[in-house]
């Protein structure tokens, strides 16, 4: 029988080892809100399964934003080298090629390459670095880690460093300064709160996404699912729930400035070949802008 892998793409899962299950899991801490479901995803920056459901994220939060409070959770996926083995993946190098079977099997882009030029020592100073960017507002924050996830698994960035993290919070528009000094005082704080509501919560592996409705029924998707189970779990907790049109085509690029093509496939109800005929299109006639890198492309809207 297969040992869990690091990130495997067969449960569609990211697994911290030792974990117990999160099936029953308790509560969290509610908050007022004026939306319906309360959302809790919890998640890493380094994370190959949660790139790998941002087509799934991305699409849930066009259609049914306007009814979910989401809150993001780091879940700390690698601690250290020192104490992380599991199934296989005892060290950086053993990453590399396992990137490359997670980016097949969601049709991602990841570069598995910074695991042997520059390898990561852990997952915890980007998770702190996101828990700064959220002191100073929670929609920066989401642009700041989407472009830290763009440098890790397309360029081969560090994002323990400094330097890249810096750039991704230009990127978002984020303070530096203050990300800086919040980095180095309250957000570790912040980070081990999460760590602990993951761990009242059961949460044994990522994505974890938990959905709650007004009257604290609960329910968990858990692991990389396809779009329809994300919407099926809505419905049941808000049978109510209507989906909002939004624009497609070239236009889908007013929502989110860089897509892949799994993405803009997933967004616009195409197969991967008609996707990359149209982005390839609109890149020919000067719309759009393409990087090759990790087996596949990232677009970007030319300004």
Not at 34 to 63: A, H, M, N, V
Not at 133 to 149: G, M, N, P, T
Not at 162 to 170: D, F, G, Q, S, Y
Not at 201 to 216: E, L
Request: aromatic share 12%.
């Amino acid at each position: 029988m297969r040992e869990p892998l690091f990130c495997d793409p067969e449960t569609g899962v990211c697994e911290i080892p030792g974990a117990t299950s999160a099936a029953a899991g308790g509560r969290p801490d509610t908050l007022p809100t004026d939306k319906p479901l309360q959302l809790i995803y919890f998640t890493d920056p380094i994370c190959s399964t949660c790139w790998g459901i941002e087509p799934q994220w991305r699409r849930l939060k066009l259609e049914y934003g306007h009814l979910l409070d989401i809150r993001y959770h780091m879940g700390g996926l690698l601690p250290s080298w020192e104490v992380y083995n599991s199934g296989g993946i005892s060290g950086p190098s053993d990453v590399a090629h396992h990137w490359e079977e997670v980016s097949g099997h969601y049709q991602m882009p990841i570069d598995g390459g910074v695991w042997l030029e520059d390898p990561l020592p852990s997952s915890y100073p980007p998770s702190i670095w996101f828990k700064a960017a959220q002191l100073q507002d929670e929609h920066k924050a989401v642009i700041f880690l989407r472009r830290l996830r763009e440098m890790l698994f397309l360029q081969k960035k560090n994002i323990c460093r400094p330097e890249p993290v810096l750039a991704a919070a230009a990127y978002a528009q984020l303070d530096a300064a203050r990300l800086q000094q919040d980095f180095e005082s309250t957000a570790p704080a912040l980070f081990e709160q999460d760590l602990q509501l993951r761990a009242q919560m059961g949460v044994r592996g990522f994505p974890s996404v938990f959905m709650i409705n007004a009257a604290g029924n609960k329910e968990l998707v858990y692991g990389a699912k396809p779009y329809t189970v994300f919407t099926t779990t809505l419905h049941k907790l808000f049978p109510g729930a209507q989906a909002r049109a939004y624009l497609h085509g070239l236009d889908t690029f007013s929502y989110f400035p860089t897509l892949t093509t799994r993405e803009y496939a997933v967004l616009n109800d195409l197969s991967m070949e008609a996707a990359y005929e149209q982005l390839e299109a609109f890149c020919r006639d000067g719309s759009l802008e393409v990087t090759l890198a990790g087996g596949g492309a990232l677009w970007l809207r030319c300004q």
